[in-house]
């Protein structure tokens, strides 16, 4: 079989044959019992698995995939590790993350933001200067649009999403047409891509709540699954974890446990901790009995899952930027947001791959592409950049986030009409039996690794003193 062939083929197995597989549970009949039941294999329940273990509780970690890590996911398709999911350790001062990675020795490499390059549509480079004239227009069109929501705030008027507020803006300065391409690409680039969400769907008052950490961002050359692995083996959790278990039913109407059953099986604990996506828990594939309370519903309801997507090309050789320290290159593209960042990956593996980024509606549209037409469309972009005269991919990785069941988006966000209150909601216990963690649990860093790492050690520490072992 010739190799692009054989990569094509390969490919379309990707969602069946993952790289982390892991350790294959068996068909269980009895009912299991534990002291608690974490649904989700992400870092977030093996967060939470790794203090009750610890604590010397007996955990059971049901997962619906073959693989271990949810939205950190390495893949080796390509020969060599490559993160489908998160990419970054975001701001490496006092972040749980980093510290784990020193702990368990993993390389990490910081990403430099201004060692960029962006293209016009035409494919011509922005001079430093126009670059630095790019940013400054955007920053006093971000000010003014801060500006209407203090107003807004003050007069108590309603939530709007950005693009409204973007409309009473540019409206009122007469932007050319290359302007307005400038402004829109700074708007994809810093806010959408970021939140994973189009300005028509973010709320002007609370889409930046978060707390960040300090420092710069760090990704790992050798995999982000290094930190999942390191976490199980650290912790002796190996054991407690099934997979393939895809959980259908939460019943939690007796006073002492909580039933969980899965496609395979039935298991009891005194205590769950519930880690599934928001986009899991707004299509409601999981039943809850009784239903959980309206508050909690409501808050899910109005809470944003967003799209970003990740497309890796592999070329037979490196043939972009002429400084190879480049790590960021941009594309004002003619389809506001089409294409418009690419992580210069040869930068970090020294391997010639480029990873291009979609996010939002550009994002979803990806999903309803075949890969072929996602090469098509990529190389479109590229060309126009660095000529007709450069080689096909050999091979590509375009994740599908959005139709992934077992996420259903790739993170959280705060959607125009929600508010933190919605991820605090989202956080709370039910019955002292039934616990939430997860990124959209996380009030001060949502959409997060470290937040939902973060949210798996606050809801254990609430089990804890639920199950009594600790006041
Ligand atoms: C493309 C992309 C890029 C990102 N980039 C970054 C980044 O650079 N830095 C960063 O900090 N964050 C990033 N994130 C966000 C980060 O990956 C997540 O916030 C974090 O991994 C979420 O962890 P979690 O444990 O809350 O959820 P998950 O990792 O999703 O874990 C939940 C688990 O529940 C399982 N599950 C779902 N349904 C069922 C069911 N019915 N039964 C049993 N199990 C079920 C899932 O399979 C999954 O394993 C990115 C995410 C994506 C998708």
């Known amino acids: 079989m010739r190799k692009r062939e054989f990569i094509k083929q390969s490919l379309q197995f990707l969602t069946l044959s993952y790289l982390n597989k892991a350790w294959s549970s068996t068909a269980i009949q009895q009912t299991q019992h534990a002291d608690v039941i974490i649904i989700g294999a992400g870092i977030a329940g093996l967060s939470a698995a790794k203090i009750l273990k610890k604590n010397g509780l007996s955990v059971i970690v049901v997962e619906a995939r073959e693989r271990l890590g949810g939205r950190i996911w390495?893949?080796?398709?390509?020969?060599?590790?490559?993160?489908?999911?998160?990419?970054?350790?975001?701001?490496?001062?006092?972040?749980?993350?980093?510290?784990?990675?020193?702990q368990f020795q993993i390389k990490t490499i910081s990403t430099n933001y201004n060692a960029s390059q962006i293209y016009r549509a035409n494919g011509n480079p922005l001079t430093d200067s126009e670059d630095r004239l790019l940013y400054k227009n955007y920053d006093a069109i971000y000010r003014l649009l801060m500006s209407v929501r203090r107003k807004r705030k003050l007069q108590n008027l309603p939530d709007i999403s950005w693009q409204q507020a973007l409309e009473q803006v540019v409206n009122s300065k007469q932007l050319n047409d290359e302007a307005l391409a400038e402004l829109f690409f700074a708007l994809n680039?810093?806010?959408?891509?970021?939140?994973?969400?189009?300005?028509?769907?973010?709320?002007?008052?609370?889409?930046?709540?978060?707390?960040?950490f300090r420092g710069s961002d760090h990704l790992f050359p050798n995999g982000y699954y290094?930190?999942?692995?390191?976490?199980?083996?650290?912790?002796?959790?190996?054991?407690?974890?099934?997979?393939?278990?895809?959980?259908?039913?939460?019943?939690?109407?007796?006073?002492?446990?909580?039933?969980?059953?899965?496609?395979?099986?039935?298991?009891e604990a005194s205590a769950v901790i519930v880690t599934l996506p928001l986009g899991v828990l707004k299509a409601n594939s999981v039943e809850f009995f009784p239903s959980l309370p309206k508050t909690k519903q409501q808050a899910i309801a109005r809470l944003g899952m967003g799209i970003l997507n990740k497309t890796y090309l592999s070329f037979p050789e490196y043939f972009w930027q002429q400084d190879a320290r480049t790590q960021i290159i941009n594309s004002i593209s003619a389809v506001k947001g089409r294409w418009a960042e690419w992580l210069n990956y040869y930068y970090y593996t020294r391997?010639?791959?480029?990873?291009?980024?979609?996010?939002?509606?550009?994002?979803?549209?990806?999903?309803?592409?075949?890969?072929?037409?996602?090469?098509?469309?990529?190389?479109?972009?590229?060309?126009?950049?660095?000529?007709?005269?450069?080689?096909?991919?050999?091979a590509q990785i375009?994740?599908?986030?959005?139709?992934?069941?077992?996420?259903?988006?790739?993170?959280s966000y705060i959607a125009t009409g929600a508010s933190v209150s919605d991820y605090q909601e989202l956080a709370k216990a039910v019955e002292q039996r039934l616990f939430f963690a997860g990124e959209a649990t996380s009030v001060d860093h949502p959409a997060t690794v470290h937040g939902a790492f973060l949210s798996g050690v606050r809801e254990a520490n609430k089990v804890l003193v639920a199950l009594g072992k600790v006041s």
């Open 398 to 411: 375009t994740t599908r986030w959005g139709s992934d069941p077992f996420a259903l988006g790739s993170y």
């Open 189 to 212: 680039t810093e806010v959408e891509h970021e939140y994973a969400a189009d300005l028509n769907k973010l709320s002007l008052f609370n889409w930046d709540v978060e707390t960040s």
């Open 74 to 102: 390495t893949n080796n398709a390509l020969g060599l590790p490559l993160d489908l999911g998160a990419s970054w350790i975001h701001g490496i001062n006092n972040n749980p993350i980093k510290a784990l990675a020193d």
């Open 226 to 267: 290094q930190i999942i692995d390191g976490l199980i083996k650290n912790s002796g959790l190996v054991a407690g974890i099934l997979t393939s278990q895809v959980v259908q039913t939460v019943d939690y109407s007796r006073t002492r446990s909580v039933e969980v059953t899965t496609n395979q099986a039935v298991f």
């Open 351 to 394: 391997q010639p791959l480029l990873l291009g980024f979609n996010a939002g509606h550009q994002g979803l549209t990806i999903e309803g592409m075949s890969n072929r037409e996602i090469i098509d469309d990529a190389m479109l972009v590229l060309s126009r950049i660095y000529g007709d005269n450069i080689p096909s991919p050999t």
